[in-house]
């Protein structure tokens, strides 16, 4: 899985929507990407899907990847 992450406010955004929405968070995060898809919001439709990655990743209870 590739990540891009542009600034700190996509981690923020992820803890947030974490702390808000428990284990549904990463629905949350594709609501809000698909929202701004059908809005034709292309750049937060970008960010909100991230986001909805990173919250996977910081999910898990170990490492993924290489770890240097």
Not at 6 to 27: H, I, K, N, P, Y
Not at 45 to 65: D, H, K, N, P, T
Request: proline fraction near 0%; charged fraction near 25%; charge should be negative.
């Amino acid at each position: 899985m590739h990540l891009y992450l542009a600034d700190r406010s996509s981690v923020d955004a992820a803890q947030e929507l974490m702390a808000t929405f428990g284990d549904d968070a990463g629905f949350e995060a594709a609501a809000r990407a698909d929202k701004s898809r059908d809005l034709g919001n292309h750049l937060n439709f970008c960010r909100w899907r991230q986001i909805e990655r990173l919250i996977v990743l910081m999910s898990q209870g170990r490492a993924v990847g290489t770890v240097h």
